[in-house]
């Protein structure tokens, strides 16, 4: 069974900045895209940003300039570090996984963390 365990959320003041953190444990043979998204109260979740095997990156526009995401594929973790925090950056933060393989021929799955908090607020 794969799980994905995400840190680093918390309450900080605009302008601020948090790491979050994820990391994918099980039986793992491979993971091909890592990301991160967010939903705030009463809206939709929404990407944030994500990051092939390969380290191609992809944002979105209201955090580019901001955020960064990267992996360390040895542990299968994934990264956001998140500058000048904006009150409308408060969200639950999931991580997510896709083309998860357990051995070379398996079907790839995608995996969801269980979110973790982040406010901004002074």
């Known amino acids: 069974q794969v799980q994905l365990v995400e840190s680093g959320g918390g309450l900080v003041q605009p302008g601020g900045s948090l790491r979050l953190s994820c990391a994918a444990s099980?039986?793992?043979?491979?993971?091909?895209?890592m990301g991160w998204y967010r939903q705030a109260p009463g809206k939709q979740r929404e990407l944030v940003a994500t990051i092939t095997k390969s380290g191609s990156t992809n944002y979105a526009d209201s955090v580019k300039g901001r955020f960064t995401i990267s992996r360390d594929n040895t542990k299968n973790t994934v990264y956001l570090q998140m500058n000048s925090l904006k009150p409308e950056d408060t969200a639950v933060y999931y991580c997510?996984?896709?083309?998860?393989?357990?051995?070379?021929?398996?079907?790839?799955?995608?995996?969801w963390g269980q979110g973790t908090q982040v406010t901004v607020s002074s």
């Open positions: 099980g039986s793992i043979f491979s993971i091909n895209g």
């Open positions: 997510n996984a896709v083309g998860v393989k357990v051995t070379a021929g398996s079907w790839g799955y995608t995996y």
